[in-house]
Each structure stands twice: as structure tokens, then as C-alpha cells.
């Protein structure tokens, strides 16, 4: 069973930093696309950030150069470290491992002041 649990979120006032966590059990996140995608109240679901098994990433162009996506295989954990945060990233932000099917997280809540 692929279970993905976040965490690391929170209130942080605009140009701070946060480290969000996704740690994976059930299979093996080094071998899984990983991605990280947000939902603002009001608005859809959109994506971040992406990871693959060989280490290539890709980030919506809101984020590029702020924020950073990483694994760390022995503890088979995805991160998104962001940085230089606005308004505009306070969302709900989930994590996600595909093969065969997608498998989300709960969610952990970003809130930025202004």
C-alpha cells in the first residue's frame, strides 16, 4: 500500500523560507516520478514541480528559481524547498508518486503574509 504523508508547513510572512517534506512508504521513490502541485482556495489544482527517477526536474514558471525539488533516498522522502515566498504560493500543497496510478497526499497548508 503507497501511502505519502506531508509535512512542513505553515505561516511564514512574504521573502521567507519553508522546507516542505513528503515522506513515501509502499514503494520505492527513487524509481517514481515525484511531483508537488498546489490548490488556492477557489482555484484548481496546478502543478509545481516534478522529479524523475533520473534526477531531471521541472517547475511551473511562478516558482522557477525560487523553489527547489529534491529526494533523499535513504530516507525515501521528496522535499520542496522554497524560498523567496509571495502571497501568491499560500495553498494547500500536495505531493504525488506515479507508476501505474497517481497516489496523492492529504495535503500540508502554506500560508504567506504580505
Known amino acids: 500500500q503507497v501511502q505519502l504523508v506531508e509535512s512542513g508547513g505553515g505561516l511564514v510572512q512574504a521573502g521567507g523560507s519553508l522546507n516542505l517534506s513528503c515522506a513515501v512508504s509502499?514503494?520505492?521513490?527513487?524509481?517514481?516520478?515525484a511531483d508537488w502541485y498546489r490548490q488556492a482556495p477557489g482555484k484548481q489544482r496546478e502543478f509545481v514541480a516534478t522529479?524523475?527517477?533520473?534526477?531531471?526536474?521541472d517547475y511551473a514558471h511562478s516558482v522557477e528559481g525560487r523553489f527547489t525539488i529534491s529526494r533523499d533516498n535513504a530516507k525515501n522522502t521528496v522535499f520542496l524547498q522554497m524560498n523567496d515566498l509571495k502571497s501568491e504560493d499560500t495553498a494547500i500543497y500536495y505531493c504525488s508518486i506515479t507508476f501505474e496510478h497517481t497516489y496523492w497526499g492529504q495535503g500540508t497548508q502554506v500560508t504567506v503574509s504580505s
Open positions: 522529479l524523475t527517477p533520473t534526477g531531471i526536474t
Open positions: 509502499g514503494t520505492i521513490v527513487s524509481n517514481r516520478v
